[in-house]
């Protein structure tokens, strides 16, 4: 299973943008791309998920290269209740992921 | 969309019984489901791999006599701490494959706390 990395933590403010970015060197070529949102206390919630290119869905985007060994989750307007942790997870066809220690985001006001 | 359901939500237990979690998919048959456990602060770790009419995987480290997995259906897979010890508390997370037509992603139950006293 590709192994990911993440910043620990970043911090933001209310209406600005957050770019987080994973990397995922090991990648391989039938591998997903998946990002979930994590509250304390609950299961992880899905955002997003591609494959290559862009993918924009109505809570954010997702920026992957060609050679996919990076991905940038993109939040538009934060808001306080979009502090969490997000994790960045490379799916493989059967399924199996490996989580990585995620970045905990806290939205300020 | 699809939702997987897990129960109890929380649980307290008396060291050495045994807790059984179950994990559902409400709206789609899945074939396979992932165990994952949390502790405190950390990210999930991956225990094992539901399989539905077959023996379930297990990831290294994991001891499979002390967490049995059950996927009897393709809608119900079941996770029990054996002999459970304080150690054991932590909180169990199961997912399941959306094996939809244009759908890969995984979906998570909302998770079970587990504390062994």
């Known amino acids: 299973l590709a192994k990911t990395t993440q910043p620990i933590s970043m911090d933001s403010y209310e209406g600005q943008e957050v770019n987080i970015t994973c990397s995922h060197n090991?990648?391989?070529?039938?591998?997903?791309i998946t990002w979930y949102q994590q509250f304390p206390s609950q299961g992880p919630r899905f955002i997003i998920q591609?494959?290559?290119t862009k993918v924009t869905n109505e809570v954010a985007s997702l920026f992957i290269p060609a050679d996919r060994k990076s991905s940038t989750l993109s939040l538009p307007r934060v808001s306080l209740s979009d502090t969490a942790v997000y994790y960045c997870l490379v799916r493989t066809n059967a399924g199996k992921s490996t989580f990585g220690d995620g970045t905990t985001l806290t939205v300020k006001p | 969309g699809a939702v997987v359901s897990q129960h109890p939500s929380w649980v307290i237990c008396k060291s050495g019984t045994s807790v059984k979690i179950e994990c559902r998919s409400l709206?789609?048959?899945?074939?396979?489901m992932f165990w994952y456990r949390q502790f405190p602060k950390q990210s999930l770790m991956l225990m094992a791999t539901s399989n539905e009419g077959s023996k379930a995987t297990y990831e290294q480290g994991v001891e499979k006599d002390k967490f049995l997995i059950n996927h009897a259906s393709l809608t119900l897979s079941t996770l029990t701490v054996t002999s459970a010890h304080p150690e054991d508390s932590s909180f169990y997370i199961c997912?399941?494959?959306?094996?939809?037509?244009?759908?890969?992603?995984?979906?998570f139950g909302q998770g079970t706390r587990l504390t062994v006293v």
């Open positions: 709206d789609f048959q899945a074939t396979t």
């Open positions: 591609g494959y290559k």
């Open positions: 090991n990648i391989a070529t039938n591998d997903y």
């Open positions: 997912s399941a494959d959306g094996h939809l037509p244009t759908n890969t992603e995984a979906f």
